[in-house]
């Protein structure tokens, strides 16, 4: 299993511009979720899916959107980039019919608006 | 709103010392909460969960749950210079299975 993958690693975007990360996930997990962290901070969740066509606003949504039409895909848009999006995306998944609602964290993209 | 409280630190102990990282929470309805180590430039990776309370213990790693007093801690014995990490704890409600992550604490384990 190749767990949560996620591209790309680093991506610099300049302002107004848009971009898609992709993450995915081999494990058939119906939870997935997007997380932001900046330096010296926690994670923030931006938007979360609890399975193939349900998507749901997490703590700081605004400026993203997502989609989910398959268990394993759930891609973050950013459209009109800013500086304040400048930061390190991790995507997760996590099954917890399994008994144990831990995540699995893919790698993360570095992005970097200028 | 639910939160997850950390101290950011640092936290600095000697090699072979006991490190002792604490976390409360507001929520009197979480039910699961997870340890996630946090090495720098790298994805969080969990390394204790705990759903009872009391003790739980897995080689140098021991997670504590008091849910009366809504406070979880994470105790590293023997700590190493790679226990050097950012560990984070989160929390989640039940039937929610979304969790709150705390902001992370610091840890620095000098030879």
């Known amino acids: 299993n190749a767990g949560v993958t996620q591209t790309p690693k680093f991506r610099i975007l300049k302002i107004g511009q848009s971009m898609t990360l992709q993450c995915a996930q081999d494990?058939?997990?119906?939870?997935m979720y997007w997380y932001r962290q900046d330096p010296g901070m926690g994670l923030k969740l931006i938007y979360y899916?609890?399975?193939?066509?349900?998507?749901d606003k997490g703590e700081v949504p605004n400026g993203y959107n997502v989609s989910r039409s398959t268990t394993e895909d759930f891609p973050l848009r950013l459209e009109l980039a800013a500086p304040s999006q400048t930061s390190v995306y991790f995507c997760?998944?996590?099954?917890?019919?399994?008994?144990?609602?831990?995540?699995?964290f893919g790698p993360g993209t570095r992005l970097t608006v200028l | 709103q639910k939160e997850v409280e950390q101290n950011s630190g640092p936290l600095s102990v000697p090699e072979g010392a006991i490190a002792s990282l604490n976390c409360t929470y507001s929520?009197?309805?979480?039910?699961?909460f997870f340890w996630y180590r946090q090495y720098s430039g790298k994805s969080p990776e969990l390394i204790m969960f705990?759903?009872?309370?009391g003790d739980k213990e897995d080689g140098r790693f021991t997670a504590q749950l008091n849910k009366a007093s809504q406070y979880v801690s994470l105790l590293i014995r023997d700590s190493q210079p790679s226990d050097s990490a950012t560990y984070l704890c989160?929390?989640?409600?039940?039937?929610?299975?979304?969790?709150?992550f705390g902001r992370g604490t610091s840890l620095i384990v000098h030879p």
């Open positions: 997760a998944s996590s099954y917890p019919a399994d008994g144990r609602d831990e995540q699995f």
């Open positions: 494990m058939n997990h119906n939870y």
């Open positions: 899916s609890v399975g193939a066509g349900i998507t």
């Open positions: 929520d009197r309805g979480s039910q699961s």
């Open positions: 705990i759903y009872s309370n």
């Open positions: 989160a929390a989640t409600s039940g039937g929610s299975y979304i969790p709150t």
